[in-house]
């Protein structure tokens, strides 16, 4: 499985309005990457992106590069988040975790074919990611068309 990580970075505040940022940090098959989140305090919502990246050989790379940003630079990030903000955030959601599912597929396949894994629990795991990206794919048209 695709390991997701969003450590809380800080809190600030920006138009007026209180926002908790995270990072979410996912491993792409190649190197972490860490995207900024931002969510408002007084709501329950899963936030807004940041299209700004923190890449890293590992999740502690990609945590201390966004450590290191002032609340000053997180205000400015957001409010760039704001002004590039996507409208159908489920949508987004789901067309991200095929995406992770289909990378994780394939490295489970390379990583088979190098030796590293045994036929067998590899083509089970093949078997599993398989059945659960049909079962994301056939939810995608419930999140088309709907801005969240």
Same mark, same amino acid.
């Given at each position: 499985m695709t390991e997701i990580t969003q450590p809380h970075i800080a809190t600030i505040d920006s138009d007026g309005r209180r926002y908790n940022v995270s990072l979410r940090v996912v491993f792409d098959g190649i190197e972490y990457v860490g995207r900024l989140w931002f969510s408002? %305090? =007084?709501? @329950? @919502? /899963?936030? /807004?992106p940041d299209r700004g990246a923190f890449p890293g050989r590992t999740k502690e790379e990609c945590l201390a590069g966004a450590m290191r940003l002032t609340h000053d630079e997180l205000a400015r990030r957001h409010r760039r988040a704001v =002004? %590039?903000?996507r409208k159908f955030h489920g949508l987004r959601r789901a067309t991200d975790e095929v995406l992770a599912?289909?990378?994780? #597929?394939?490295?489970? $396949?390379? =990583?088979?074919? $190098?030796g590293l894994l045994d036929v067998d629990g590899a083509a089970q795991e093949i078997? #599993?990611? %398989?059945?659960? #990206?049909?079962? #994301?794919? @056939?939810? /995608? +048209? +419930?999140?088309?068309g709907i801005e969240d």
């Open positions: 408002d %305090e =007084s709501w @329950d @919502d /899963l936030g /807004l =002004s %590039e903000k599912k289909i990378r994780y #597929l394939n490295q489970v $396949a390379i =990583s088979m074919r $190098a078997d #599993l990611t %398989e059945k659960q #990206l049909h079962t #994301l794919i @056939d939810r /995608l +048209a +419930a999140h088309a």
